[in-house]
């Protein structure tokens, strides 16, 4: 849920291949970004996180981008070249890992740590 009790949604999800990058537009007007090798090493699959509920860092060599599926109303399931595609992104989740300029400036220039990490 996003503020307000309004769902956020994305307005799509597209690949900038240049910037090796996740773009993200969503109905609240922000535009997330997202670098592959963020978006790989925050999965939150069990093949990548266990199952005992705390995330960590995954070292992953660099990905590319094969593509994303949608899953229901509240999440997006990427798929990379490595071939590893299990974790499906919560909405939410994805907005705490945003790598734009200004999420970046609230965590006063540090990576992202989504609030379930060790």
Do not use: N
């Not at 799509?12 to 997330?32: M, Y």
């Amino acid at each position: 849920m996003g503020t307000q009790g309004k769902l956020i949604q994305p307005r799509d999800i597209k690949d900038d291949a240049a910037r090796r990058e996740i773009v993200i537009p969503w109905t609240d007007g922000h535009l997330s970004r997202f670098p592959y090798q963020v978006l790989r090493g925050w999965c939150p699959c069990a093949e990548c996180q266990g199952h005992g509920g705390t995330l960590t860092w995954q070292e992953v060599p660099p990905v590319g981008f094969v593509k994303v599926q949608p899953v229901g109303l509240y999440g997006a399931q990427f798929t990379w070249s490595d071939m590893h595609g299990h974790g499906i992104f919560r909405f939410d989740y994805l907005r705490e890992l945003c790598c734009c300029e200004a999420c970046t400036k609230q965590r006063g220039g540090k990576p992202p740590r989504p609030a379930a990490a060790g």
